[in-house]
């Protein structure tokens, strides 16, 4: 089995494949103080977890980092406690089969990268990925399948977070689609302004990209993704479709051009 491991700003994701199927999945908090050996837990804990098999069934790793302190250490963790298993980590010199078409390639996120493989990979180019995770981001396709740039916003947790932190009568609310734009209340009023205002974000930085991508509007896939999407994009006029899984994806995709 494969294991797929996308570690972000605010949250690390694991999956195991058995080949193309995605088997399991778990969403855990990304911790910077953690040890080689405390992921290492971590993941036995998880996969003991489960009836499909446990660290020892596992013949193959991928992972893309986004917090270099804990690259370091999972890829101590590899070399500790997974030696024999072969391991693909996303970084400089790693075949992904997608030509980076920026001012500095070395500047654009592994999980980018990634995220523009697999949605090449399941839909074909020109694409548009929208990615809620810490930032929001958004990442053009090619008809080629190049990665020709993106944009970066506050991701919807930060917006509350400082909005909660720098207004006095203003607090943290559970982010669920409000009954109205019009709110009657402090708190549908918060959740209209992040559920509507993020859809109407996500909507115009996304129709700006499909008219710089190609004269043909209805040729572009919009593809959203991140443990965040679900909050918004029922509220998105631009998505064409939602596909959680879409990095460990690419992570499966990088490991069979790399160690398969």
């Not at 992904?96 to 500047?107: F, L, Q, S």
């Not at 697999?118 to 839909?123: I, K, R, T, V």
């Not at 810490?134 to 396709?141: I, M």
Request: charged share 25%.
């Amino acid at each position: 089995m494969l294991l797929a491991i996308d570690v972000g700003n605010s949250e690390t994701v694991f999956g195991l494949f058995e080949s193309d199927e995605l088997l399991e999945h778990w969403r855990v908090g990304t911790d910077t103080r953690r040890t080689a050996d405390e992921w290492s837990v971590v993941l036995r804990g998880l996969l003991d977890g489960t009836t499909l098999g446990g660290p020892e069934d596992i013949d193959g790793i991928a992972l893309c980092c986004s917090v270099p302190s804990v690259q370091h250490e999972m890829r101590d963790m590899f070399r500790r406690h997974f030696g024999d298993v072969a391991a693909v980590i996303v970084e400089p010199g790693v075949k992904t089969g997608v030509p980076i078409r920026m001012d500095n390639p070395k500047e654009v996120g592994s999980d980018r990268i990634i995220n523009a493989l697999a949605a090449n990979h399941l839909y074909g180019g020109p694409a548009v990925v929208v990615d809620f995770g810490t930032a929001t981001t958004f990442d053009a396709v090619s008809v080629k399948g190049e990665y020709v740039g993106g944009a970066i916003a506050p991701g919807i947790d930060i917006s509350v977070d400082a909005l909660s932190r720098r207004g006095a009568q203003l607090h943290m609310v559970e982010i669920v689609k409000p009954r109205s734009a019009i709110a009657k209340n402090t708190t549908e009023a918060l959740r209209s302004g992040i559920v509507f205002g993020f859809a109407g974000q996500v909507d115009g930085i996304v129709d700006r990209m499909v008219s710089e991508l190609t004269d043909s509007p209805d040729d572009v896939t919009v593809v959203a993704t991140g443990g965040l999407a679900s909050t918004v994009i029922g509220e998105c006029e631009t998505v064409d479709l939602h596909e959680p899984w879409l990095t460990l994806i690419g992570l499966r995709l990088v490991f069979e051009r790399n160690a398969g």
